[in-house]
């Protein structure tokens, strides 16, 4: 199994960055397909971005798409979430997650850190 720890989030004012990591166990790091998700108080969990084992291929939701960047340290066993010109509504929190297939689907991946609070104020 992979451990998975996210670390990284904070209070930031819209318009500010912020980068997120998550840091797994193992050597096995680079089996797995990693995505980033995101829960606020009611609502469901969101895609956010997903990444392949190699970190050569990568998809976002339209919501991030050109604000955020999904990378990926094999060597180091870290995933990454750049966020940018970060808005009030991307306030959640962020999980990261494992799977062994590649998909933006929250109940196909296997694995979960316990995520990290992002608040963005206006």
């Known amino acids: 199994q992979v451990q998975l720890v996210e670390s990284g989030g904070g209070l930031v004012q819209a318009g500010g960055s912020l980068r997120l990591s998550c840091v797994a166990s193992?050597?096995?790091?680079?089996?797995?397909?990693m995505g980033w998700f995101r829960q606020a108080p009611g609502k469901e969990r969101e895609f956010v971005g997903r990444?392949?084992?190699?970190?050569?291929?990568?998809r976002y939701a339209d919501s991030v798409k050109g604000r955020f960047t999904i990378s990926r340290d094999n060597a180091k066993n870290v995933l990454y979430l750049q966020m940018n010109s970060l808005k009030p509504e991307d306030t959640s929190v962020y999980y990261c997650?494992?799977?062994?297939?590649?998909?933006?689907?929250?109940?196909?991946?296997?694995?979960w850190g316990q995520g990290t609070q992002v608040t963005v104020s206006s």
């Open positions: 193992g050597r096995t790091f680079s089996n797995y397909n």
């Open positions: 990444i392949s084992r190699s970190g050569l291929n990568t």
């Open positions: 997650a494992a799977t062994g297939i590649l998909t933006t689907q929250a109940p196909l991946y296997d694995y």
